[in-house]
């Protein structure tokens, strides 16, 4: 399969009121919050590509955006215990009718980052590799302009890269149906180690920080 | 080329004549370029693939004589009477010996999936293989047909004769034989200009070069120190695998955490 673009506009939203259970010894306290992941696809007329200066249109100054397609997700902790690669359990669902961004608001969160990726995907028998780049907005520059506009708001607003060394980040992965499915979770596992070793040399694939994939609230805020 | 083609087909026909359908996934070979490197054939899947297909013909053949059994047939004068099935026991056994081939030839499909799905099968599936089998059999054969011996044989027969007869067309050969050099050469450089080596541009090589060729040593000294210096600002700005998923993931901005 030909390789396609990633193009992956990404808001990240944050409860309004984080919850706190009372601890209680001997309870476990099984309610969790989690931070939610709202994706979509942008469009090249979204971007505005004159490198090295890059302007995507924001969600910010464009609440109309909230009308598209947008994908809603959700990430647990990746799992735990010794493993050859990263099992995660993510739960999605897409929203094709109405604007995610009052949305939102009523499921009690609050839009916290907005970040754009750019880059690849290869597609290597059931593996998706991606090659890509995060952008965020160039707060610097979008204050400098809005100085020289005298507050009018620009359609679309300046972008930088988040790493500004300009490394693409690499991921293999490969999507199971259900996180139960013990024998595709095996298969995978598998498929991704073949790859692994396939690419040595070429790409050092590693395996990351387990409690750098959690996407739930409570960690974060245990945090400094 | 041809010639793993015809090991292939000589395979099929040594080892069972009736099966043309499986002729597409024994003679499945890898075509790299003219020159054949065996090693890279994968014989231990097709080979485990061959057997088990094999074991499933004779089975299935052997269910299909004894279906059509005359001995089967309640009143054998007369033929066109419908034969009646075998016993069932012997019926239930075959039924599960072939069952297990069949789970047998998945699992060793599963097996071999990765290596099966990039190579492709000659003939293709599509061809003809029992109508076509003269054509097949030319196409793959191993050995030059004989017509092009005699004429090969023949043009070299021409070829002595008028060097025997003429030595000063010799120099017709020598000709030949600058002609065949200039090809060679022509295609060698050809092929350098679409093969890539490396991870450098053209203009890089070049840069590289040109530096090398410099007399003037410290300009490509402090050059090298800039390119050095730029590197190693790249790289204490480059972040870590874990800071941009912890980013994707809480929203964590590495710039923020590393100011402070």
């Keep these: 399969m030909a390789p396609l673009p990633v193009r992956v506009h990404t808001l990240l939203a944050m409860p309004y009121l984080k919850y706190y259970p009372k601890v209680e010894p001997g309870k476990v306290n099984q309610i969790e919050m989690c ?40 990430s647990d902790i990746p799992l735990a215990g010794k493993r050859s690669t990263t099992s995660q359990a993510i739960y999605e669902s897409t929203i094709t009718s109405g604007n995610v961004l009052p949305y ?77 499915d013990v024998d595709a979770l095996s298969r995978a596992n598998t498929e991704l180690l073949l790859l692994q070793a396939e690419l040595a040399g070429l790409f050092d694939l590693a395996m990351p920080d387990r409690m750098c994939m959690d996407g739930r609230v409570a960690t974060v805020q245990e945090k400094p | 080329m041809s010639s793993i083609l015809q090991r292939a087909l000589g395979n099929n026909r040594h080892n069972n004549s009736n099966g043309s359908s499986m002729n597409n996934l024994k003679d499945t070979t890898t075509l790299a370029s ?90 293709l599936p599509k061809f003809p293989t029992t109508k076509e089998q003269n054509l097949v059999t030319t196409l793959l054969r191993k050995k030059t047909v004989p017509e092009v011996v005699d ?37 060698t450089e050809e092929r350098d200009n679409y093969e890539f080596h490396g991870f450098q541009t053209m203009a890089e090589l070049r840069d590289i070069n040109n530096g090398a060729s410099d007399n003037d040593v410290d300009m490509t000294k402090e050059e090298d120190e800039k390119a050095k210096r730029k590197e190693e600002e790249l790289k204490k700005l480059a972040m870590s695998v874990n800071e941009l998923l912890k980013f994707i993931y809480q929203g964590v901005d590495p710039r923020v955490l590393n100011q402070a």
């Design chain 1, 35 to 74: 931070k939610i992941r709202v994706q979509r696809e942008w469009t090249l007329a979204d971007w505005e590509d004159h490198t090295p200066q890059i302007r995507a249109r924001s969600v910010v100054h464009n609440e109309r955006l909230g009308n598209d397609v947008w994908t809603i997700q959700l």
């Design chain 1, 104 to 180: 939102l608001t009523v499921l009690g969160y609050k839009m916290e980052t907005e970040f754009w990726v750019q880059g690849h995907r290869f597609f290597h028998n059931r593996i998706i590799i991606e090659l890509t780049r995060i952008f965020v907005a160039n707060t610097e520059t979008f204050q400098r302009e809005m100085g020289e506009r005298e507050n009018k708001t620009p359609e679309k607003i300046p972008l930088q890269l988040l790493d500004r060394s300009g490394q693409f980040l690499v991921r293999a992965y490969v999507n199971v149906a259900k996180m139960t």
């Design chain 2, 151 to 187: 004429w090969v044989n023949e043009s070299m027969q021409l070829v002595d004769e008028q060097i025997r007869s003429n030595p000063a067309s010799g120099n017709v050969t020598s000709l030949n034989d600058k002609f065949v050099d200039w090809c060679v050469q022509s295609m």
């Design chain 2, 34 to 123: 003219n020159h054949v490197d065996v090693a890279l054939i994968p014989v231990e899947p097709l080979e485990s693939l061959r057997t088990r297909l094999s074991q499933l013909t004779q089975s299935l053949a052997k269910l299909l004589d004894s279906l059509n059994s005359p001995s089967n047939n309640p009143n054998p004068a007369d033929p066109t009477q419908p034969s009646r099935l075998p016993h069932f026991v012997s019926l239930q056994n075959q039924y599960n010996v072939i069952n297990n081939q069949l789970v047998s030839i998945v699992q060793s499909l599963e097996a071999h999936q990765s290596v099966l799905l990039t190579h492709d099968a000659f003939p």
